[in-house]
C-alpha cells in the first residue's frame, strides 16, 4: 500500500467499494470451516435471530504509511465465543440503529470515544448459529490512533494489525479435532496466543475482497 500521505484517496476508495456491489458469501465462505470438504455451518438465519453488530475499524499507523484494524481478544468469562478474537460489536438494544448499536458497544467495550468516528459503510450480513445472531458489519475510520481503555469483564486485550499485513500474507489451514472429526480451519496467526478464524475472519475477508476487486 502506498503511503496515505501519497494516496489521500484510500478512505474515499473504501467508502466507494462499500457503497457497490458486495461480494457477500462468496468472500465469507473462503474462510468457514469445513469437514472433508462439507460446511459445518449454516448461513440462513431462522425467524427468531437475534440482531447484532460490529465495528470494523480503521485507523492510520503512526508513521501514516498504512491503515490498521482493530480487534479484540474476548474475556475468558464471556458466555459465547470467549477467548476470541473479534470486532468491537454487541446485540442491538431496543430504540437504537444498528450503526449505534455498533458506536455504542466500541464505546462500552475498548472505552473509546466514537465522536471522530466516520461510517464508511457496512458489509453483508452473516448469521453466526452458535450465538443464534445476525451480524451487521459496518466499517468505520478514525483519523488517529485511539487510546483504548478495555472493558475488562469482555476484553481481555485491544490490538491490532496492519491492512498491509493482510493484504500480503494469504490465510492458513490449520486441521483441528472436532467432536472426533478433522475439521479444515482457515485462519490468520495474528495474534501470540489466538488465531483470527470463524464469523471474524468471514467478515474480514469480505472486506479484503473490495481490494482485489
Do not use: C
Not at 34 to 63: C, E, T, W
Not at 99 to 125: C, M
Not at 180 to 207: Q, R
Amino acid at each position: 500500500m502506498q503511503s496515505l500521505k501519497n494516496n489521500i484517496n484510500i478512505i474515499d476508495f473504501i467508502k466507494a467499494k462499500l457503497n457497490s456491489e458486495l461480494p457477500g458469501r462468496e468472500a465469507q465462505i473462503k474462510m468457514a470451516p469445513s469437514i472433508n470438504g462439507q460446511l459445518i455451518r449454516g448461513f440462513d438465519a431462522p425467524k427468531n435471530a437475534k440482531q447484532s453488530s460490529v465495528l470494523l475499524l480503521l485507523y492510520p499507523s503512526k508513521d501514516e504509511s498504512d491503515l490498521n484494524i482493530l480487534f479484540t481478544l474476548r474475556s475468558n468469562n464471556l458466555n459465547s465465543h470467549s477467548g476470541q478474537i473479534s470486532f468491537p460489536g454487541g446485540r442491538k438494544e431496543k430504540n437504537e440503529t444498528l450503526v449505534e448499536t455498533a458506536l455504542r458497544e466500541t464505546r462500552e467495550e475498548i472505552g473509546i470515544s466514537t465522536d471522530d468516528i466516520q461510517i464508511l459503510g457496512k458489509l453483508s450480513t452473516l448469521y453466526v448459529p452458535p450465538s443464534n445472531a445476525i451480524i451487521y458489519p459496518f466499517v468505520g475510520f478514525l483519523p488517529y490512533p485511539p487510546e483504548t481503555k478495555p472493558n475488562q469483564s469482555e476484553v481481555f486485550e485491544v490490538f491490532s494489525v496492519s491492512l498491509k499485513y493482510f493484504l500480503e500474507n494469504k490465510f492458513e489451514k490449520q486441521v483441528w479435532n472436532y467432536n472426533g472429526h478433522l475439521m479444515d480451519v482457515p485462519l490468520w496467526n495474528v495474534h501470540n496466543s489466538t488465531p483470527l478464524w470463524g464469523a471474524t475472519a468471514m467478515i474480514l475477508m469480505e472486506f479484503l475482497t473490495l481490494f482485489e476487486r
